[in-house]
């Protein structure tokens, strides 16, 4: 794999420890998409979501979604 999809995907979960104001407007909405197609993702392996449809991120409770609400 090329080194830049690989730096991006142990990247992922930095999301969580670095507040939204101190990345630049650019960094952060690619990280939150990356960060959110991985928590999808992880829901469409387990079987816990079925249907894209379904999930409603701006009602949705579930904490890994807390951060990207900002």
């Keep these: ?32 998409l990356r960060y959110l197609c991985a928590r999808i993702g992880e829901r469409l392996a ?8 379904a999930l409603d991120l701006a009602n949705e409770q579930d904490l890994v979604f807390f951060h990207l609400k900002s």
């Design 1 to 32: 794999m090329p080194a830049g999809i690989i730096e991006d995907v142990r990247a992922i979960d930095h999301i969580l420890l670095t507040p939204m104001q101190a990345m630049a407007p650019q960094s952060s909405v690619r990280r939150s």
């Design 46 to 53: 387990l079987g816990t979501l079925s249907d894209l449809s």
